[in-house]
């Protein structure tokens, strides 16, 4: 069996190749080619395991993520996890993936996937809210989407700001990275905004001059009670994109809304949707637009199948036997 690590992810693709994997799952998703069962949740005590299997034509596996919220105090991540892709003729086990950057890489390319398609070519600022390991791969891909020249970054604790942006400046060093003072200038200065918290309450101000015009993408909230948006922007929007059917369940950023009456469920379509549709870009481009997202296992399927095939062809990665 191949173990590949951290590394060895990040030698083997390159961010059009997510994204181009990412979008390859949201056709499969709309065209029901895969088997993919609700995520399995374990609860014990404070801490949570996940299973998220999934099953195509061309490869199957399953993602394990643990999430301890007490590991702040051993300085370790509170999310980790792997990812198991089998052989999909004999279910031998092929690779055992890293799973967090696995995550965190294919989450900025599903990010980057609607910006690829709601926003002009010529798109040059953005704004990051929250300076955490979601925010920083939603910049680094959207980076290799759209010609930025600017990324503007908010987060409720600034210290974590300065290291945020040393590290970003590494890897996109032509793009200037600015700390904004507060969410109303990153608003001011941003064509696409990108949020990645687990806030209750909408993180961006309620006025809809400041939102008009945009895209956002979603990305943090991923239950009920968590929001991150505000009414006003709601009242803007034509329709309303989404990875998966059950983001209209699981996200507070669509479930309230939609209970409120802000918007309606025939507003809302998949991203996949879109993708198989034959409508002109351009007229997208003049709306407002939302892409909500909650994550699903096809699209780690699709990553762990480029990440397998590009490893084995450069001769990365590290075989054991089991």
Known sequence: MLVISEKDILEAVTVPEVIDAVEQAFRMYERKEFLMPDRMHIEYKENTLLLMPC?????????????????????????????????????I????????????????????????????????????????????YQAYCAAFTRPLKDIYVFDQLPEKIPSFTKRLSIVIPDVRIHAAANPKELLEKSSIVITTTTSSTPVLPDDQELVKGKHFVGIGSYKPGMREYPESLFHLLHRVFIDTDLAIQESGDLATPIKNGWITSDQIFTLGHLLDADEDPASIHQETTFFKSVGMALFDICVSKLVYENVMRKGLGKQVDL
Do not use: C, W
Request: aromatic letters at 6%.
């Open 93 to 136: 086990p092929m690779a055992l993936i890293n799973g967090p950057v696995l995550t965190a890489l294919r989450t900025g390319g599903v990010g980057s996937a609607s910006i690829r398609h709601l926003t002009p070519d010529d798109t040059s600022t953005l704004g990051i809210v929250g300076a955490g390991v979601q925010g920083y």
């Open 55 to 91: 099953f195509t034509e061309e490869a199957f596996g399953t993602k394990l993520v643990s999430v301890f919220p007490g590991n702040a105090a051993y300085h370790v991540p509170t999310l980790n996890g792997l990812m198991v892709l089998n052989d999909i003729h004999t279910g």
